[in-house]
């Protein structure tokens, strides 16, 4: 059963991998790219400041907590135990990969960029869901296609993108569930 479930994850790589452009290589390389989405994350900061007032500070920390632990949880629990190379990093693959020149580091499993932008996505999704319902989708939307990027690029199997955006998900709805219960003990609020 794992055998298989690794032959199509390697199937859908290749696939996924192999379909490219000029056009795809120059958007696929910038969603890829952390600092092009500065502005997006100083929008969303001035959106927990507009709808949270005060409240956005800690806010802020919980954020920075989330990524913390998806960072973190993505690196030191599953590339550092798993060990599983990049599909640019294999040697079985060596020719087939199609790459922008750069690999990354060694370890693919579990995405990183998958679990952040999950994370951040899920986040803000949920605190913002009865005030701005399209943004909520857009962002998750958006973390799909920083995702897809990663196969797009060659440094991620498909299950990679897959478990990180799960991770990434999972901590972001812990992390919320701590801000409701914080809003309740500091702010008496239901």
Not at 60 to 74: E, F, G, N, R, Y
Request: with cysteine.
């Amino acid at each position: 059963m794992i055998e298989l479930m690794k032959e199509l994850d390697l199937k859908l790589f290749l696939f996924f991998n192999g379909i490219h452009s000029a056009a795809g290589d120059f958007i696929m390389y910038w969603l890829s790219h952390k600092f092009i989405w500065i502005p997006l994350y100083v929008f969303l900061l001035y959106l927990l400041f507009r709808f949270y007032g005060k409240k956005a500070l800690l806010l802020l920390v919980m954020v920075a907590l989330l990524i913390t632990i998806s960072d973190q949880v993505s690196v030191h629990c599953f590339k550092n135990v798993f060990q599983r190379l990049r599909p640019c990093h294999e040697p079985s693959l060596e020719g087939m990969v199609y790459t922008l020149g750069r690999c990354g580091g060694k370890y693919s499993f579990i995405s990183s960029h998958a679990s952040n932008s999950f994370a951040i996505a899920v986040f803000m999704a949920l605190l913002l869901w009865d005030k701005m319902r399209i943004f909520s989708i857009v962002m998750i939307v958006w973390a799909a296609l920083v995702s897809y990027s990663r196969i797009y690029l060659g440094v991620h199997y498909p299950a990679d993108i897959i478990c990180g955006a799960i991770a990434g998900s999972i901590e972001a709805f812990i992390v919320y569930r701590l801000w409701l219960w914080l809003k309740t003990k500091i702010w008496k609020e239901t």
